[in-house]
């Protein structure tokens, strides 16, 4: 792991961060694990939430990609339907990362998901077609998830001792 590379990439993206994303460090003893609050982008369902988003880089970063999922349950074609979060963007794929790949470049990518989901490459196919065929029962449930899971402060999951 380079740490170096891991504390430039956190100066950049905390200084100057994607809309509406607030990064921080949560413990001063691991730089491999960022917390994000990401506000849901203005004219989406999703624009009235707040979402957690957490991020952890592998011992082996840059060259493996970081590892991105919601803390915060949301109806999306391209991220789990369940409290893992795990997030489908092709960027973050083993077989499409590159390592010269600027993290603010991926935090954008994952705040896009949100403005512009991706239902041709869904982790959850069933959204997916709602999304594509049905579009105003998506966005029903899509409102009702902001309700019951993003309307207040995101929750982020207790540290794991385990590395």
Same mark, same amino acid.
């Given at each position: 792991?380079?740490?170096?590379?891991?504390? *430039?990439?956190?100066?950049?993206?905390?200084?100057? !961060? @994607?809309?509406?994303?607030?990064? /921080?460090?949560? &413990?001063?003893?691991? %730089?491999?694990?960022?917390?994000?609050?990401?506000?849901?982008?203005?004219?989406?369902?999703?624009?009235?939430?707040?979402?957690?988003?957490?991020? *952890?880089?592998?011992?082996?970063?840059?060259?493996? !990609? @970081?590892?991105?999922?919601?803390? /915060?349950?949301? &109806?999306?074609?391209? %991220?789990?339907?369940?409290?893992?979060?795990?997030?489908?963007?092709?960027?973050?794929?083993?077989?499409?990362?590159?390592?010269?790949?600027?993290?603010?470049?991926?935090?954008?990518?994952?705040?896009?998901?949100?403005?512009?989901?991706?239902?041709?490459?869904?982790?959850?196919?069933? %959204?997916?077609?709602?999304?594509?065929?049905?579009?105003?029962?998506?966005?029903?449930?899509?409102?009702?998830?902001?309700?019951?899971?993003?309307?207040?402060?995101?929750?982020?999951?207790?540290?794991?001792?385990?590395?």
């Amino acid at each position: 792991m380079s740490a170096k590379r891991i504390a *430039k990439d956190f100066a950049t993206c905390s200084a100057n !961060p @994607p809309a509406g994303m607030t990064i /921080t460090m949560p &413990y001063e003893d691991d %730089i491999t694990t960022w917390h994000i609050v990401l506000q849901g982008p203005a004219d989406t369902v999703y624009a009235k939430g707040q979402y957690g988003i957490v991020v *952890k880089l592998p011992g082996d970063y840059p060259f493996k !990609p @970081p590892v991105i999922t919601f803390a /915060t349950r949301i &109806y999306h074609p391209n %991220i789990t339907n369940d409290s893992l979060g795990n997030i489908c963007l092709a960027m973050l794929k083993t077989d499409n990362w590159k390592p010269a790949f600027p993290m603010i470049n991926v935090l954008e990518a994952v705040r896009n998901l949100l403005v512009e989901p991706q239902p041709d490459d869904p982790l959850e196919a069933r %959204i997916a077609d709602e999304y594509r065929t049905q579009r105003a029962h998506f966005e029903k449930e899509a409102a009702q998830y902001v309700v019951k899971y993003a309307s207040g402060a995101p929750k982020f999951p207790e540290r794991s001792l385990a590395a």
